[in-house]
């Protein structure tokens, strides 16, 4: 774990959000495996898992009552209810990895997004777009996680979901995995080169050459007297 130093800047903060089935979870494993300094900002819920997920690395699976104790008792930086389940953004997680200098991935619908913006300013929100809302049903439907209701459910709230896409930073089309996961990689690697990471050592440079200068300054001086003399 890094130590505590409060002149580092705090850690970088990537928020995707995408309709159900476009692709999101699959470019994030991607780019988390690529980016071996960004963590996964792992979300509560209270929905079961589905086939290949796992506790503590996917969601952290909680029943309702122990969710809504969560959420009273203000754990959730933003919570919402998604396709009659709940789910919930930690809250201290956040603070601490990002105080720490982690650089910290996060995945959540648009209102949860548009919630952290507010808390989070200087946060990166990134949408994923299907090509075509056709696709998206293809892909719903080959994921095979949902019976047809849930599916129409999730295909409905995709273009109502889709029109948010508007006040978000950035925005990948998901044609092909691979250009994808190499868009989203290419923008967490761009913001961390936005000045403020790069504040400090900039502060230390110039700091160091004018203390050689100070220094150089000092010795000539001692020269130039002693010439005098
Ligand atoms: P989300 O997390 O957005 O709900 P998933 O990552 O679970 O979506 O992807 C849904 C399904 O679509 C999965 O079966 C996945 O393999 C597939 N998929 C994702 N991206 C693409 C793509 N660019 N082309 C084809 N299939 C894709
Ligand atoms: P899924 O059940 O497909 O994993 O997720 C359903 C929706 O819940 C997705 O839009 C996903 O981004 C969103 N989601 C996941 N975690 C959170 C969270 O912590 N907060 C909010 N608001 N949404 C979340």
Known sequence: MAENNPDRAKGLMIV???????GKTTICRNVLNLL??????????TRKARRGEQDG?????????EFRRLADAGEFAEWAENYGHLYGTSRRVID??????????????PQGA????????????????????????????RRGSE????????????VEEITEARWYDYVIINDTIKESTGALKAICTAEK????????????????RETEMEKAKKVAKGQSDRVTE
């Open 57 to 65: 690395r996917d969601y952290h699976f909680i029943e309702e009552d």
């Open 96 to 109: 601490d990895m990002r105080e720490q200098g982690h650089d910290i991935l996060l995945d959540v619908d």
């Open 16 to 22: 995707v959000s995408a309709p159900s089935g476009t």
């Open 114 to 141: 548009k919630n952290l913006k507010t808390i989070f300013p200087d946060g990166v929100f990134v949408f994923i777009l299907p090509p075509t809302i056709g696709i998206l049903r293809e892909r719903l439907a």
């Open 147 to 158: 019976d047809a209701g849930m599916l129409r459910r999730r295909l409905n709230r995709a």
């Open 193 to 208: 080169h936005r000045y403020r990471f790069s504040q400090n050592k900039i502060d230390d440079l110039v700091r160091k």
């Open 36 to 45: 071996p300094g960004l963590s996964f900002s792992v979300s509560h819920t």
